[in-house]
């Protein structure tokens, strides 16, 4: 189909199709020089992974900015049937990280840590927040990991991929509000509930159930439940892992009010108190189930 011409001296792809809704400028594949650019090696690597993995479909994460660059991109892939017809291409274009004066982080002008530094950075000061803390220090540093790569991580994902944020450690490595470690703490806190019921010698039936909501605390826990499958659906096919965290924090936020106002332990109706127990479990296991779907891990304690 004549994919490569002859254009002022480059090597182009033409892109722009009969009938399409707007004209593109070709993709240049090589300078007039012999020199390559970023579109020569993206669609060698889409070669290379069509050859080796045979997928079904290529997502792209990367500044929005370059959406227009991936879609001549894409569009040369298919003009030069470097893809089957099936295959599905995708660019995901997130927002910019900015610093607390508003503006994008520049990497070229070395106005970024290097991750290996910034972990280290949030990993200690999540230590002198826990300094209080009576906890070994082997178990310290391990719960220090753990919620320093949450605040930053949880920090990221929460946001809409689309949308521009402000990096701010002060705010991601708070133990309140919608942040990776609030979440974690509400995790343990259900561990912590689980630990006290095994050393009360509480006993829970294999059988028991949760019952109907006694209070508007139970039912908005319940009501927060109820949204995890359909939030996991919506998550996948909308590339969108901030619909997770805010799920997460709202059902943290649900638990936590209900847990303070609640006396789940020293409740004397033993099968409200089997209720709440199976209730608690219960958030527990979505919570970890969600943090895992976005890569974190709780610790044991906090």
Not at 98 to 116: A, I
Not at 203 to 214: C, E, F, K, S, T
Not at 233 to 238: F, N, T
Request: with cysteine; proline share 4%; glycine share 6%.
């Amino acid at each position: 189909e004549g994919v490569l011409v002859e254009s002022e001296g480059a090597l182009v792809v033409p892109v722009a199709e009969e009938g399409d809704r707007k004209e593109l400028p070709p993709c240049i594949l090589v300078k007039s020089d012999g020199a390559t650019l970023y579109a020569t090696t993206d669609l060698a690597t889409i070669v290379q992974r069509m050859e080796d993995y045979h997928p079904d479909k290529l997502l792209y994460l990367t500044d929005k900015r370059q959406s227009l660059h991936f879609e001549q991109v894409f569009r040369t892939a298919r003009k030069g049937h470097l893809v089957p017809p099936e295959t599905e291409l995708q660019h995901i274009g997130f927002g910019t990280m900015n610093g607390k004066d508003g503006k994008p982080f520049k990497t070229r002008d070395g106005g970024v840590l290097r991750l290996e530094q910034l972990l280290s950075d949030v990993e200690s000061e999540v230590r002198e927040k826990m300094a209080d803390r009576d906890m070994d220090e082997d178990v310290l540093n391990d719960a220090a990991a753990k919620i320093g790569l949450a605040a930053i991580k949880y920090g990221d994902l929460s946001n809409q991929a689309s949308k521009d944020y402000v990096f701010d450690v002060d705010r991601f490595t708070s133990f309140e509000g919608n942040t990776g470690p609030y979440i974690l703490y509400t995790i343990v806190r259900t561990k912590s509930l689980n630990a006290k019921i095994e050393a009360q010698g509480i006993n829970v039936d294999g059988d028991a159930r949760i019952l109907p909501a006694q209070n508007k605390t139970v039912t908005d826990v319940m009501l927060a439940l109820s949204k995890w499958s359909d939030t996991v659906s919506a998550a996948y096919q909308e590339q969108a892992p901030h619909k997770i965290c805010q799920f997460v924090y709202e059902l943290c936020d649900a638990y936590n009010k209900f847990y303070h106002e609640n006396k789940i332990l020293a409740n004397e109706d033993v099968q409200e108190r089997q209720s709440w127990i199976v209730l608690s479990r219960l958030v527990g296991s979505v919570l970890e189930q969600a943090i895992d779907l976005l890569g974190l891990e709780a610790p044991d304690r906090m």
